[in-house]
């Protein structure tokens, strides 16, 4: 069978059923000064915009991309069509390296 | 004390993972996030290109204490300090970084040791590990013994190795800084593949920058322009391969650039630096501009330091900018330069730093790099980092070596 993705529109390599987690050496958190979250590791660090804080928030080493996108959406019912930005959000952490498979 | 943190490449490597969709564009402006503790200027190793002010030795007797050291961390995590760099000297030489760690955790701090690995035993790690120091940075000096213990002046070579085991074996990411010159310059490809070997996660290829002991030693220590062609060359072709997973970093050297580096992402910005005395200092080398007057925690906060001292106000902004800066059009990329070197080199703190193909001054980094090709100058024997030599360059007695600088380095 196909492997369904979230948003079948958006071409990418990240399926409903993955697990992703915080990559090694990575730290996430809430910074009171900055009023964002921030990943820090060696050398470095990037402040996130609200959305994708709430994205790697949820990641726990259980939960699947698409516990996540329905997480997100009974949060934020409000935000419409917020599939995309999850996926890029997942994109590119992976991308850049915070972000690990499990 | 490594050139990790000069410059472009700590504090604008966050810059750059900054400024990707998704992530905010813009880091906020003056909140010091990264708090560079240089606890001590005593070192066991006596490298030719330290940036540590020629005259250290005036602070070896007054370091702050562990009370003030976890004072200092408190009030600067109040201001926003995220990344916190435990430095010196070698740090690993005050015998409290147990008590600094478990309180930089405590705080939320994201905490890097800068070391050289001497000291560091099996007892210390562990306890670093069980307090919640989060990496190492382990400086390396060249794939050859003899170049190692030749520009750092000790026996390190087999120790640095143990350590980079021993980092590894408690599930530290491997770190390792390498300040680049003539010496090891030519072995890059080398020092890659060694690093690769120990199984470093991160490597920083640091050029040398012209400051304190390696401003001293800028005839003895500065390579070629093909050698940094060459090694950039190297390092991209590395990066390239994707077998290779470690991340490399490769800091440009701005005597062989037209265009000054952004220094610390501008003056006041995003650094703050506590020396081992306690002056605050908004980069490495600025006690060596006139006029100026720092800060010291034991005299008032670290927040009057960084919002309202005169001295962390001084170069904020473009408004003290001179001309040909002043008019740039490229004056957001890099805020007119360093200001130290500008002063150091040109004797005007506020002129546009001498790097730049603009400078009025231009001319003293094309002689510099002449200099360094001139076999007299550049056989004169070079001045190690060391107690004697720095108490020797405070009487004077190496001012032909300095002469020209408007500053002692």
């Known amino acids: ?102 | 004390m490594t050139q990790a943190s000069l410059g472009k490449s700590v504090v604008q490597k966050e810059i750059h993972a900054a400024q990707n969709n998704g992530v905010a564009a813009n880091i906020t402006h003056t909140q010091p996030l990264w708090l560079l503790a240089e606890v001590t200027y005593r070192c066991p190793l006596h490298c030719a290109f330290c940036y540590n002010p020629t005259d250290y030795d005036k602070h070896t007797q007054n370091e702050l204490t562990t009370e003030q050291w976890i004072d200092a961390l408190r009030d600067a995590r109040k201001l926003g300090a995220i990344q916190l760099g435990i430095s010196g000297g070698e740090p690993l030489l005050r015998d409290d970084i147990e008590d600094i760690v478990i309180e930089a955790k405590r705080l939320g701090y994201y905490s890097n040791l800068i070391t050289s690995g001497v000291g560091l035993t099996e007892k210390r790690i562990k306890a670093f590990k069980d307090g919640g120091l989060d990496h190492i940075q382990l400086s390396m000096h060249d794939i050859t013994e003899e170049i190692n213990n030749f520009i750092t002046n000790t026996k390190t070579f087999e120790l640095k190795k143990k350590v980079a085991a021993m980092i590894k074996d408690h599930g530290y990411p491997m770190v390792l800084n390498v300040v680049m010159h003539r010496y090891n310059i030519g072995h890059i490809k080398e020092i890659l593949e060694m690093a690769e070997a120990l199984g470093a996660d991160y490597i920083e290829l640091a050029n040398t920058q012209y400051y304190g002991w390696s401003l001293v030693n800028r005839n003895q220590l500065m390579p070629l322009k093909e050698q940094v062609d060459h090694a950039e060359a190297v390092t991209n072709a590395f990066r390239a391969d994707p077998n290779n997973k470690m991340k490399v970093f490769f800091v440009v050297p701005d005597y062989f650039s037209d265009r000054p580096k952004k220094c610390m992402n501008g003056w006041g910005e995003v650094f703050m630096i506590v020396t081992a005395n306690g002056d605050v200092l908004p980069c490495h080398s600025a006690r060596v501009l006139p006029n100026m007057q720092f800060p010291n925690v034991r005299e008032k906060g670290l927040e009057w330091a960084w919002k309202d001292s005169p001295a962390f106000n001084k170069y904020r902004g473009d408004s003290w900018m001179k001309e040909p800066c002043r008019s740039c059009s490229e004056k957001e990329n890099d805020l007119g330069g360093c200001r130290c070197q500008a002063f150091l080199l040109s004797g005007d703190a506020e002129t546009a730093d001498p790097v730049c193909s603009k400078s009025p001054h231009h001319h003293l980094i094309e002689k510099a790099i002449e200099d360094s090709k001139n076999p007299v100058l550049s056989a004169q024997p070079i001045v190690f980092r060391n107690d004697k030599n720095s108490k020797k360059i405070i009487a004077g007695e190496f001012n032909d070596r300095v002469d020209e600088f408007h500053a002692l380095p």
């Open chain 1, 1 to 102: 069978m196909e492997q369904m993705q979230i948003n079948p529109s958006v071409s990418s390599s990240i399926l409903n059923e993955d697990v992703y987690g915080l990559a090694f050496h990575h730290r996430f958190q809430w910074e009171e000064a900055q009023q964002s979250y921030v990943i820090l590791f060696p050398e470095g660090m990037v402040k996130l915009h609200g959305g994708a804080g709430e994205v790697i928030k949820r990641l726990d080493g259980k939960v699947t991309v698409a516990d996540v996108t329905a997480d997100l959406k009974l949060t934020f019912p409000d935000a419409v069509g917020i599939e995309a930005d999850i996926i890029g959000m997942f994109e590119l952490g992976l991308s850049k390296g915070w972000l690990r498979k499990i």
